[in-house]
């Protein structure tokens, strides 16, 4: 479905499966594993480690929307516990993240500290959700109740936000590989990084809204919901 949408079809070419397919391939089954494993499901949340860890791997492009679907996962905990849920999604990103570091590192070598391909950055990474996921599994088990939120997402929070502050420009993405004449010269001629007008504008909008009409048709013909139940996982099938 990813490969006739227009905004990926117009940089494309037939027959040629552009890398933007397999990223969002990667993403949503990232993203798919969460909603799973959202009901305390073990096996399914590896699966989702495993599936961010491969998309990061390819492209850290992915990076952002991998931490997000974790974050899901992370909000889920102030409700249930399902620290070994996300003990396991951590342990598959980092299972994959790792063995690619070892096996293909960057050019400059495994200490190089590459934002655009894995590198140790991403190793970094992985590894602190890892460590971060296995004291969360001590914490559910022995903090009082009424400390579970906070420690929790001080135990998450903390490790990743010290990581960001180790290497900034992990969140300035292509701003933080180029000069900013280059960097505006090189989007300058991208024609998927132009706003769209008028009927291109129209064009590239219409998948996403038939999208969200859909989902939203469906879950109120299934369980008239409220509108926070239009992101529960059930509408998933």
């Known amino acids: 479905a990813a490969a006739v949408l227009p905004a990926l079809a117009a940089i494309a070419l037939p027959g040629v499966v552009h890398y933007h397919i397999a990223l969002l391939v ?3 089954l990232t993203v798919g594993f969460v ?15 495993l599936a961010g860890g491969f998309g990061i791997w390819m492209t850290p ?4 929307f991998v931490l997000m679907a974790y974050a899901g996962l992370a909000l889920r905990w102030l409700y249930a516990r399902n620290a070994t849920t996300i003990l396991a999604t951590a342990a598959g990103c980092f ?3 790792g063995i690619a570091f070892f096996i293909d590192p960057p050019a400059g070598g495994y200490g190089d500290p590459e934002i655009d391909r894995l590198s140790i950055v991403y190793f970094s990474m992985a590894l602190v959700l890892l460590v971060s ?5 001590r914490v559910q088990a022995r ?4 400390l579970r939120g906070p420690l929790g997402l001080a135990v998450l929070g903390v490790p990743l936000a010290a990581w960001i502050a180790t290497y900034p420009v992990v969140i300035e993405g292509p701003s933080g590989l180029l000069p900013p004449d280059q960097l505006k010269a090189m989007f300058g001629v991208i024609t998927e990084q132009l706003p769209p007008r008028g009927r291109e504008l129209i064009v590239f909008l219409l998948p996403g809204l038939w999208a969200v009409l ?9 369980r008239r919901p409220g509108l926070a139940d239009l992101a529960a996982p059930e509408l998933l099938g």
């Open 133 to 137: 996921a296995a004291v969360l599994t």
């Open 35 to 49: 909603l799973r494993a959202l009901r305390g499901d073990v096996g399914l949340g590896f699966m989702a480690g």
């Open 61 to 64: 492009e992915t990076m952002p």
């Open 26 to 28: 990667f993403i949503a």
């Open 95 to 97: 299972d994959v993240i």
């Open 214 to 222: 859909y989902a939203a048709q469906r879950a109120w013909a299934e």
């Open 143 to 146: 903090a009082p109740a009424r």
